[in-house]
């Protein structure tokens, strides 16, 4: 039997992309069919590679090609993120996807979340930056270690931190440590721009923005002004800290931004003695509220006593924690994550009267 490049797209038709609900001919994943001597070789190209189901994808386009008595199947998984729809603002050169991570209220772990989820997309391959939107507390240096200031290159740009894979700007990188900031809400919105369009970034997958907590004026700065492919919000279990989530989404549901879920963090703590989870905080809020509000879950993250005394150690928990359970708890928040990223670029739209760019 002569082995076709017809033959072998109608047999990896069968092949579904479970969180696009659509086959991976139709979704144009299948690139560069090779046939030579009776081996059959092609990429799969992915639309990010942190994508949680890769190697069961890898595994059934194996299967399949297989099925037509091919014996010898190589299966290159790739991938190219893609740029969500943005409309009606302006976008940032070099950076395909801009995602925000708030909360609705201080103390739920926010920016903790949001370094971690950073490191954990990086891990996988993606280009990956963190923008640390609060001016006046900013924690990222804390987070990652670095204190010195952020240099300026030849083209008057800020030069971004680099550290454990990540480029990273914040406003600790441009003030004396310890030193306040003073400012009112137009210099605010203005630093928030140089952040943006004056910081050299080069090209970045994602740029995650850890944005202060609350709905004030950064929040509203960046949700009304700045080209946001998505967010996500942290909340924990008690009840005060889910009521500040429902006024997050209000205000990105206002701004025709689209929420990817939400986050419950510090949801419970592993019994050292009896391996049980105990839930201080309560149980279930995060999951009652997104069900509600008809956005998903995407998971608990548990209470760690040894958070607090590592935050500022400059060595997050995925570094640190590597296989064990906060880092796995991490990398598969980030899986959950991209995915319903990757359904949202292919079917959301914002809504009437609305413009795209």
């Known amino acids: 039997m002569t082995i076709t490049e017809d033959a072998i797209l109608k047999v990896l038709s069968r092949v579904q992309d479970p969180d696009l609900n659509r086959d ?31 190697d069961m994808l890898r595994d059934q386009c194996l299967n399949e090609v297989r099925s037509l008595g091919v014996k010898d199947v190589t299966v290159n998984m790739t991938s190219r993120v893609r740029s969500a729809p943005v409309y009606g603002k302006q976008l940032v050169p070099g950076i395909r996807n801009l995602i925000a991570v708030a909360s609705g209220k201080g103390g739920v772990g926010k920016s903790t979340v949001c370094i971690n989820l950073a490191i954990a997309l990086a891990k996988t391959g993606a280009r990956v930056g963190v923008m ?3 001016l006046y507390g900013p924690s990222v240096p804390s987070l990652v270690g670095i204190h010195n200031k952020a240099p300026m290159g030849g083209d008057k740009k800020i030069i ?10 914040s406003m600790g990188y441009l003030i004396e440590r310890n030193k306040a900031v003073g400012w009112r809400g137009p210099m605010l919105s203005k ?21 202060p ?67 201080p905080f309560g149980e279930g809020g995060g999951k009652k509220i997104a069900a509600s509000e008809k956005i998903p879950f995407l998971g608990e993250l548990p209470l760690d006593p040894r958070i607090p005394s590592e935050l500022g150690s400059g060595e997050p928990i995925v570094i640190r924690d590597g296989d064990g359970p906060l880092g796995t708890a991490f990398r598969e928040l980030a899986g959950k994550m991209v995915a319903e990223f990757s359904q949202i670029s292919q079917t959301w739209s914002p809504g009437p009267g609305v413009m795209e760019v």
């Open 213 to 279: 907590p609350g709905t004030g004026d950064v929040q509203l700065t960046l949700t009304q002004s700045t080209p946001l492919s998505a967010a996500v919000l942290v909340t924990t279990p008690q009840d005060v800290a889910l009521r500040d989530v429902e006024k997050g989404l209000a205000m990105f549901k206002e701004a025709n931004v689209p929420v990817l879920g939400i986050v419950e963090n510090m949801s419970y703590y592993l019994c050292g003695k009896c391996s049980k989870k105990h839930r």
């Open 160 to 169: 971004p931190h680099e550290v454990h894979g990540l480029k990273t700007i």
């Open 191 to 211: 630093m928030l721009q140089q952040f943006l369009f004056q910081v050299s970034w080069g090209e970045l997958d994602y740029l995650l923005l850890d944005l």
């Open 132 to 134: 640390d939107c609060d």
């Open 24 to 54: 991976i001919v139709s979704l144009d994943f299948v690139k560069n069919i090779r046939i030579e001597n009776g081996a059959v070789s092609f990429d799969v190209e992915l639309t990010t590679p942190a994508c949680p189901v890769k």
